[in-house]
């Protein structure tokens, strides 16, 4: 059985850095996180492909960073500058159903994910 496990969550001062971390079992790679504010609905935050091509959200873009260790399996969130409205569960996906990477923001196109890491940033 696949399991998805993040780390690296926590409380941070506006304007701080966090680096969030997935590891995925079985061999299947980790692809995506994506964020849940309290209320809201759980929206893509960042995806990197087989190849390495990144993609990110508005709301992030410049200021955080996805990377992959292929030879671990491990997936990275490096979030710099991080506002309170970054407040969030954050969730690693992986596994993909298929279908081009314009779609890497719906979650029904991954087969696996984390139970989250709550991401706290202060004004």
């Known amino acids: 059985q696949v399991q998805v496990v993040e780390s690296g969550g926590g409380w941070v001062k506006a304007g701080g850095s966090l680096r969030l971390s997935c590891a995925a079992t079985g061999g299947v790679p980790p692809m995506a996180w994506f964020r849940q504010a309290p209320e809201k609905e759980r929206e893509g935050v960042a995806h990197i492909d087989i190849i390495g091509g990144t993609r990110y959200s508005d709301s992030v873009k410049g200021r955080f960073t996805i990377s992959r260790d292929s030879a671990k399996n491990l997936l990275y969130l490096e979030m710099d500058n991080l506002k309170p409205e970054d407040t969030a569960m954050y969730y690693c996906?992986?596994?993909?159903?298929?279908?081009?990477?314009?779609?890497?923001?719906?979650?029904?196109?991954?087969?696996?994910w984390g139970q989250g890491t709550q991401v706290t940033v202060s004004s």
């Open positions: 996906a992986a596994g993909w159903r298929g279908g081009g990477w314009s779609r890497w923001s719906q979650m029904t196109n991954y087969y696996y």
